[in-house]
């Protein structure tokens, strides 16, 4: 990789050892993508959840943020993804002992590198908006979806510590979604319907990711008539994310890179894959619990905007919980905030639902809650979620808000 | 039978093991539970088998980013694969291999997980950008 004379004062350990790690790091990655330079970046956005970060990763971040201050400081804006703990609630929702005291570590060192503590991973709704052509070195695979698709910036998946690498110095190498050609769809997916709610976009990208054939892989969606939304694009951008490794999509007339379906293609894209309703269905019924009981209920990943948590406080205003069934929904400190304001978070709190607030629910230690409350099986409205949980120990089932609320008052799937 | 099966990219020690393989896709928080050193997700086809120590070779990356951070955090504490082998791998993947000095090689000219059974001894080298199916 080609350093300017700036990278290779890092290089040299000029401007401290946090900065010269990060680039040494950054160029091995560059190296093996053939990266020929690096790119600078607007703002970064860093995963660190303690169950992710483990104590390995703590030590590193706690031997980093050690070093002076003109040394450790982030040179963009750094913003954060969920935490995995909070406070209110680690106790009740019995995550492990060490849990909280990690947490607080974790929080220690972020703070001291300057990152700002966002504990988002919906930034580009609630943070600062993505902007067309912008580079940037974001954390999380849905939020990487909506800033490459729906706001034609650019970013790769800069995983956890890759994204402090880029605080650190600044930049990324400049490979994939950096580059125009790796932008361009080479699988094709053509809509029989038109997707009606949130769970049916999340199921469109779980369909459309298991279908893909890798990172590189970019898919174009044509047929969609109207402009859904954006938080049926965070559904959607977040399942392809997770169930294909895809860091961007196009639809054709609604995101900015795809004005026409040549626009967005390459010229050897694949022939298309029609996707009906049926498929979709499908899809959802992949997911299957060993009985219709249901012990918890979770609206995650994405963390809910306010608008769904409109929604949710309108369903279960007045109703109570079954008992033996919980009811979680993870969203920002300052949803939540928006939402008791607005006497939304009161009317889910007295269904007996919980607000998780800067947090998800699966980098919550979500194996060890798990088996502490006696939860197996989970209905969600995410696909992405439904995805993530098996590997937790949980049974998990995907139905829309509406089918996963009834659950959470009967106790019970019905068909 | 021996062979050899050369890798557009690469990075890592050279380590020799035996070869873990499947056609699934692989992701750390999603396949994996980290504590046992097994394969958690019952669809995956691992499902129950230790990877600790073995040469993992797999299609491709799955979605998730916590990978990058939890190599690290598997090499530690002594229950990690010896080396990451795909068809096509992500972002997330290379990140953590480095943090971790995990050796990673993707990128081949035909499907690699139809080519070496489970149980073979093989030989990773990146410096060489290659597979070797010792017997």
Known sequence: ?415 | MTATYWAARAMGPRVIGEALVATDGFSARYDLDRLKGIFSRPSHRLFGQSYVGKILILDRAKGGVASAWMFNEMVSSGLAPAALVMNRTNPVLAQGAALAGLALLDGFDQHITALVESGAQVEVDPDHRTLKVLG
Request: proline share 5%; with cysteine; net charge negative.
């Open chain 1, 1 to 415: 990789m080609r350093l300017n004379e700036e990278e290779q004062a890092i290089a040299a350990g000029a401007l401290g050892e946090p900065r010269r790690m990060a680039l040494e790091q950054q160029t091995i990655v560059g190296r093996y993508f053939g990266a020929e330079d690096f790119v600078p970046v607007a703002q970064a956005h860093l995963m660190a959840d303690g169950e992710a970060v483990g104590e390995a990763g703590l030590a590193l971040l706690e031997r980093l943020a050690a070093h002076p201050e003109a040394e450790r400081r982030v040179r963009v804006p750094t913003v954060t993804d969920p935490r995995g703990v909070d406070r209110r609630l680690c106790a009740k929702l019995q995550q492990p002992a060490y849990a909280e005291a990690r947490e607080q570590r974790i929080v220690a060192a972020l703070e001291a590198f300057g990152c700002l503590m966002t504990n988002t991973c919906i930034n580009y709704q609630t943070v600062m908006a993505p902007v067309l052509g912008e580079h940037l070195a974001f954390g999380d695979t849905g939020s990487v979806n909506y800033a490459n698709g729906v706001c034609g910036a650019r970013s790769n998946f800069e995983g956890g510590v890759a994204a402090l690498w880029a605080g650190l110095t600044g930049r990324v190498p400049r490979y994939g979604m950096h580059l125009d050609q790796a932008r361009l769809a080479r699988s094709r997916f053509r809509l029989t319907f038109q997707p009606e709610e949130l769970t049916q976009w999340g199921a469109l990208g779980g369909v459309i990711g298991r279908a893909l054939r890798s990172y590189w892989d970019i898919p174009v969606i044509e047929g969609v008539e109207a402009p859904p939304g954006s938080d049926a694009l965070k559904h959607l951008g977040a399942a392809l994310g997770s169930f294909g490794s895809t860091p961007m999509f196009h639809v054709v007339g609604v995101t900015p890179e795809a004005p026409t379906l040549a626009a967005a293609s390459a010229p050897d894209a694949r022939a298309p894959i029609e996707i009906g309703l049926k498929d979709l269905e499908d899809f959802a019924a992949s997911f299957a619990m060993e009985n219709d009981n249901v012990d918890l209920v979770v609206f995650a990943a994405p963390q809910i905007s306010l608008l769904e948590l409109e929604r949710l406080a309108s369903l279960l205003d007045g109703q109570s919980l079954a008992a033996g069934t919980s009811l979680l929904a993870a969203t920002t400190e300052e949803i939540a905030s928006a939402a008791r304001r607005m006497g939304l978070a009161q009317k889910i709190e007295a269904a007996g639902g919980q607000i998780l607030e800067g947090v998800c629910f699966y980098q919550m230690y979500a194996r060890e809650i798990g088996q502490a409350n006696g939860w197996r099986n989970l209905v969600t409205n995410s696909a992405k979620l439904a995805n993530i949980i098996g590997g937790y120990g949980y049974n998990p089932a995907l139905a829309s808000m509406e089918r996963c609320v009834e659950a959470a008052l009967s106790g019970r799937l019905t068909p």
